[in-house]
């Protein structure tokens, strides 16, 4: 499939205008639907994408259904600022094509704690910002691997601050044998970690804002290229040449490849926010473990299989089919249990706010790979 980062933006700009003027109509449109784009405040440039969208939202509102009828998923779905996706789109639009497992011989974490309490959250600890929004981009690892530094920093007595997603996304081009990290295109936490290593640090938000993100056209907005030296062998050949899958880019927009040459390092007016040493991966068929690992080390960059989050809306997400694939990154920030539906993970998600419970979700608490797979990679940076 063909696409720019041009036209991911501009798609992701269309489906979340707002509508001024009211929403476009066309006849067989549901009253439930055009409930929810105004709620959504969701528009469409043609009767085309609209008569999509809303086959999609009909179609999803089965799905939802089932769903709801898992006896053993406790949790709730419902329609969500996703219900114009069909599952597929869902998928290739926010989730990522598959994680390569943690490379055999890296720096395994056992933790040292044997009594730890029965619930923990680190946002009462004020070790967690605030939940952010990547878009229509496939960055969730960057906001995974940026939660857990801002929580390593704030423990290693420095203020809690936003780290730049954005430094991560222009600059990083880590591989190794496995995986590769890719920009726009999808990423692995632990080569995002070695990558601020091998870099220096990483700068803070403020001085490199996730302007990718904005929206085409938009105030502030910018269009990264690859990073210098990315791997087509992992990522795919993102240039111009006939058979490549071609990435429109305006590095002049950009801090770290343009002008200012942030990808470089550090300049006289601005220094890493953070340094990192090494990473661990503290990933274990002990739910526990994982849990002691939390507590000892601060909020932890982990994966799982996202894909039935489209619709959630609250509750401890539990379903009972999943696969043992990751393909979403996301931030565990604290565990606690559920008198009616037991033992949770709580974890912050970055699809902004108003998704899920605000902007975070449960995921039971289970042993072996976990529910959806969420204890098999789990990582942190190390100071």
């Keep these: ?30 009253s439930e639907f055009e409930d929810w784009m105004k709620h959504h405040r969701k528009n469409y440039e043609t009767p085309s994408d609209l008569l999509t969208a809303h086959k999609a939202f009909q179609s999803n509102l089965k799905v939802i259904e089932l769903l709801n009828a898992d006896e053993n998923d406790t949790a709730e779905y419902g329609t969500t600022k996703f219900s114009d996706m069909s599952p597929k789109e869902f998928k290739e639009t926010m989730l990522l094509p598959s994680f390569s497992p943690i490379p055999e011989g890296s720096t395994k974490f056992t933790p040292s704690l044997s009594d ?59 591989t190794d044998d496995e995986a590769g990290d890719c920009g726009v295109f999808g990423g692995w936490p632990y080569l995002a970690l070695q990558g601020i290593i091998e870099r220096g640090g990483i700068f803070s938000d403020e001085d490199m804002s996730y302007c990718a993100g904005i929206g085409y056209g938009k105030d502030g907005y910018c269009l990264p290229c690859m990073a210098d030296g990315y791997s087509m062998k992992m990522c795919g050949d993102h240039t111009d040449d006939d058979g490549g899958i071609p990435l429109y880019c305006e590095p002049e927009t950009t801090l770290g490849q343009g002008d200012a040459k942030l990808c470089k390092g550090e300049s006289s007016d601005v220094k890493f926010s953070y340094t990192i040493s090494d990473w661990t991966d503290a990933s274990s068929d002990s ?13 932890l960059s982990v994966a799982l299989d996202a894909t039935k989050l489209q619709f959630y809306k609250g509750g401890v997400f539990n379903p009972s089919k999943c696969s043992t694939t990751p393909n979403h990154a996301v931030l565990m920030v604290g565990y606690g249990t559920d008198e009616t539906d037991g033992d949770y993970f709580i974890i912050k998600n970055s699809w902004a706010e108003k998704w899920g419970e605000d902007g975070y979700f449960r995921i039971a608490k289970t042993e072996g790979d976990g529910t959806c797979a969420i204890n098999n990679y789990v990582v942190s940076g190390v100071e």
């Excluded at 696409?3 to 992701?12: E, G, K, N, P, Y």
């Excluded at 739910?287 to 909020?299: F, K, R, Y």
Aim: hydrophobic share 40%; aromatic share 6%; with cysteine.
């Design 287 to 299: 739910s526990d473990d994982i849990a002691a690992a939390l507590v000892e080390i601060g909020p």
């Design 116 to 174: 730890i309490p029965d619930s923990y959250d680190y946002r009462d600890e004020g070790a967690v910002t605030s939940v952010k929004d990547q878009g229509a981009l496939g960055t969730c690892w960057i906001f995974s691997t940026v939660g857990n530094l801002e929580g390593q920093r704030f423990l290693n007595g420095q203020d809690l601050v936003d780290l730049s997603v954005e430094h991560v996304l222009e600059c990083d081009a880590t």
């Design 1 to 30: 499939m063909k696409f720019s980062i041009v036209s991911i933006l501009a798609l992701a700009c269309a489906a979340n205008a707002a509508t001024s003027s009211g929403v476009l109509k066309s006849e067989g449109i549901s």
